[in-house]
């Protein structure tokens, strides 16, 4: 039967739970923004001891299903001061799931000044004292855990980021080639920080492994499922190609590729970073274009990224990195773009929080633009040495905006907005606006149907349909994080009659359910209204569902487009 298991810091016990009743049909998302809001108090400072760490797998997480080996990571996030959900790849959701863990809750805070390490297992978790790797980084930690229970275990991790409590600071996950992905948003590091976790072990040895209600219908489902995945042009062709850099050249085309923070639509440097160059640049070295984050990925858009003389620099190279520090920043070298991201993996910063902070701060002048060995600079000797200007930038666009007088400083909800224009792509604005993550473009992510026309096409430049649009993608996208699954199956769900049904078939045949398409679109619709009511409850109002006021008055090139929703069209969203 799945457990729950619940570590206390501030006692350092731990215990074995059976999972409640009204939980059991819950995973991922759903299970962590229901605990989180069952058990945290809203109001409670989120790097305090009434905040909650919790971990969860998916609903389909460990079984044999494509792109199901997402982990749900959530609590009350230090950045937003709302609920946060953030997932990832890696090892960890599978090791989880076969152990028979529903959830891993870290609670209460420590009375003194040592760090600790939790290991889980077969038998439970414990807790462990730590001394040898405090003030390491993610690298470090997973080389010298390596070396203490081999290359099979799991890892989920803080750099000295989590330690400073920075609300850039991301926890960092092992990938099945011993390499790093992050549950990057949100600043949950810096949560694992206060507890004084430096990391976890997850060891799944004897573990009892996923049972099948019905293991032929889940075989066939699982089958067509696969096949739509493979089948589609963006998750069977683009994606895998060229990975999520592909989308450098569309956007910059369609004028919705934010440039100079915010100050244009396109970038006349996109060549030098986009995914075609990156791609030619791989090959050229004998990286590896294409990649999985974790086991059964059949898309694997993540890709190994070697430097000049062909040795390893970065993998999970992301377009929404390489836009940050590209064309937000005007940076060329895709170089100095990839150490940068290496850089931010072993320190445990989110590379879209940072990169949005780096283009306020030259906007600032703490940085000339387009500097790129100046910004490889401050990430080691500033926020690599915990200096003032270090902690600033590490805390986010938001705090660099504050710090510095500047008031184009693009969050909402004080989360950097990533790498697609809201007035140019009027769609993603509305889920900046509305989500209750702070501007998160995974969401409910528009630019499917506005950009790349998936699931149908809504201009991006008018308003019409736009809330809706959103609406429907936000409940799917909740219900699909409870999964376990990756937001890119979305792409041939909108598509492809046969795969949202054959989704909710291996749901079916795992636990011998019979749900429908409703009832998956009734999850979506409760766990949203649960962040929300959350976050009211945290003293949020409608006022923190809108974007910077420069959005309103600054027009971007080239279509000259404004933000221009009323903030009654924007509320509407709620209305379900």
């Not at 792409?491 to 429908?516: K, Q, S, V």
Request: net charge negative; aromatic share 6%; glycine share 12%.
């Amino acid at each position: 039967m799945d457990r729950i298991l619940r570590v206390n810091l501030t006692d350092l016990t731990t215990r074995i739970e059976e999972t409640p009743g009204e939980w059991a049909g819950l995973g991922g998302r759903a299970l962590t923004s229901t605990i989180v809001a069952r058990e945290v108090p809203p109001a409670c400072h989120p790097l305090g001891p009434n905040n909650k760490l919790v971990f969860a797998p998916g609903l389909l997480s460990g079984t044999s299903a494509s792109n199901s080996g997402r982990l749900s990571c959530g609590a009350k996030s230090p950045l937003t001061g709302g609920i946060k959900e953030s997932n990832v790849g890696g090892t960890a959701a599978q090791m989880f799931a076969r152990l028979g863990i529903k959830a891993l809750i870290v609670e209460g805070m420590p009375k003194g000044a040592a760090w600790y390490g939790l290991r889980v297992t077969r038998d439970g978790v414990a807790i462990q004292e730590e001394r040898e790797l405090v003030g390491k980084n993610n690298f470090a930690v997973l080389e010298a855990i390596e070396g203490r229970l081999g290359k099979k275990a799991g890892v989920l991790s803080i750099g000295t980021a989590g330690e400073m409590r920075v609300t850039a600071a991301n926890i960092s996950v092992r990938d099945p080639s011993g390499k790093l992905r992050s549950h990057g948003r949100g600043g949950l590091g810096a949560v694992m920080g206060s507890k004084r976790v430096k990391f976890i072990t997850i060891e799944d040895e004897g573990a009892p492994g996923i049972q099948l209600a019905d293991p032929d219908k889940f075989k066939a489902a699982s089958r067509v499922f696969t096949k739509a995945l493979m089948d589609h042009p963006v998750s069977g062709t683009g994606l895998p190609t060229y990975g999520t850099n592909v989308l450098v050249n569309i956007l910059h085309e369609a004028g919705g590729l934010p440039t100079r923070n915010f100050t244009s639509g396109r970038f006349d440097g996109h060549e030098s970073i986009c995914g075609e160059t990156m791609h030619e640049t791989i090959v050229a070295r004998g990286g590896k274009p294409r990649h999985g984050c974790h086991a059964g990925c059949v898309i694997q858009c993540s890709q190994v990224y070697n430097d000049k003389d062909g040795n390893y620099l970065t993998s999970g190279f992301e377009y929404e990195t390489i836009w940050g520090l590209g064309a937000n920043c005007t940076i060329t070298d895709l170089d100095d773009i990839a150490t940068a991201d290496s850089i931010m993996d072993d320190l445990g910063i989110d590379s879209i929080e940072t990169a949005v902070a780096f283009g306020v701060a030259m906007e600032a002048g703490i940085l000339p633009w387009g500097d790129g060995k100046e910004m490889l600079r401050i990430l080691r000797e500033e926020v690599g040495q915990g200096t003032a200007l270090g902690r600033v930038i590490a805390s986010g666009a938001g705090a660099v905006g504050r710090t510095y007088g500047i008031t184009r400083v693009p969050v909402v909800k004080n989360q950097g907005i990533p790498a697609y224009d809201p007035r140019s792509v009027k769609g993603i604005g509305i889920t900046y606006a509305t989500t209750p993550m702070g501007a998160d473009h995974t969401a409910g992510y528009t630019i499917a149907t506005n950009i790349l026309n998936v699931g149908g096409q809504v201009d991006p430049l008018k308003k019409d349909g736009q809330v809706e649009l959103s609406r429907n993608l936000q409940i799917a996208t909740a219900a699909i994080d409870s999964t376990g699954m990756c937001i890119f199956v979305a792409f041939p769900a909108l598509d492809i009659p046969e795969c949202l049904p054959a989704m909710i078939d291996m749901i079916n045949a795992r636990y011998g359910a019979e749900l429908t398409g409703d009832d998956v679109v009734a999850l979506g619709r409760t766990v949203l209204k649960t962040e929300r009511g959350f976050n009211m409850a945290a003293g949020m109002t409608s006022v923190h569902d809108r974007l910077p006021e420069f959005f309103r008055t600054d027009p971007v090139a080239p279509h000259d487009a404004v933000w221009d929703f009323t903030d009654e069209e924007v509320d509407a969203f709620w209305n379900f």
